[in-house]
């Protein structure tokens, strides 16, 4: 007999017994064989359902992954412009007709990042955005989602944020933390940063328009001599 689970072979000798052993032989085994079977199913069973879990376990790991990977910035490791443009589709529609639940933008952009980058090359521009990341994951609040937008442009959502004062003060924190010096390979940076803002407290309000308008807000203030951090308003399209 051969059992392939336990890729073993069993010869079974049959010999002439004395008639009164026989039937105490053949039992003994019959039992024998009924157990060695028993067995083999057994370990087939525990083995194919050991299988199924690692398979299982394996499946459930690579799509984390390729979830991960679909959603987030590789280099930085932040939300990607997907994610930005599924979550914050998500958040306009829980904003309320009295314009609870609404939020606050910010496009960040930096300033000499270009210069750095074309003279220094892409991998001290490589280390100065994930430094960059870093700065802003560290200055987040609870409910506060940092976003790459793409190149040298970040986005932070400020959730249930829309007081001027308290966003401006905000905008504040995050502009020290990214105007602080930067240092790879045992030289400093000073790369600066430019903050637009919009805030968003209506339903109606659309994705493309919310960027527009805080990209908009971020030019204003690239261009600007003295304001770092700009607020949209509509007088800007006119």
């Given at each position: 007999l051969y059992f392939p689970t336990l890729d073993k072979s069993l010869v079974i000798t049959t010999i002439y017994l004395n008639t009164d052993y026989r039937p105490l032989i053949y039992g003994a085994a019959s039992s024998f064989l009924i157990f060695m079977l028993t067995l083999s199913v057994s370990v087939s069973v525990k083995s194919y359902a050991n299988r199924l879990q690692v398979s299982n376990k394996l499946v459930a790991e690579k799509t984390q992954r390729l979830r991960v990977q679909a959603t987030h910035d590789s280099?930085?490791?932040?939300?990607?412009?997907?994610?930005l443009a599924e979550q914050l589709e998500d958040f306009i529609s829980q904003i309320t007709p009295t314009g609870g639940n609404g939020f606050a933008i910010l496009f960040i952009d930096l300033n000499r990042f270009k210069i750095v980058n074309d003279s220094m090359g892409h991998t001290i521009g490589d280390l100065l955005l994930q430094q960059v990341a870093q700065r802003l994951i560290n200055n987040v609040r609870n409910d506060d989602i940092c976003y790459r937008f793409g190149g040298d442009e970040f986005i932070v959502c400020l959730r249930n944020k829309l007081n001027r004062y308290d966003v401006s003060n905000v905008c504040q924190r995050y502009l020290a933390a990214l105007t602080e010096p930067y240092y790879c390979d045992g030289l400093s940076y000073n790369i600066g940063a430019s903050i637009g803002v919009t805030t968003v407290n209506s339903p109606t309000q659309t994705l493309t328009n919310i960027l527009?308008?805080?990209?908009?807000?971020?030019?204003?203030a690239k261009n600007s001599s003295s304001d770092h951090v700009i607020f949209y308003d509509d007088t800007m399209f006119d």
């Open positions: 280099l930085t490791g932040l939300f990607n412009r997907q994610a527009r308008e805080a990209d908009t807000a971020m030019y204003r």
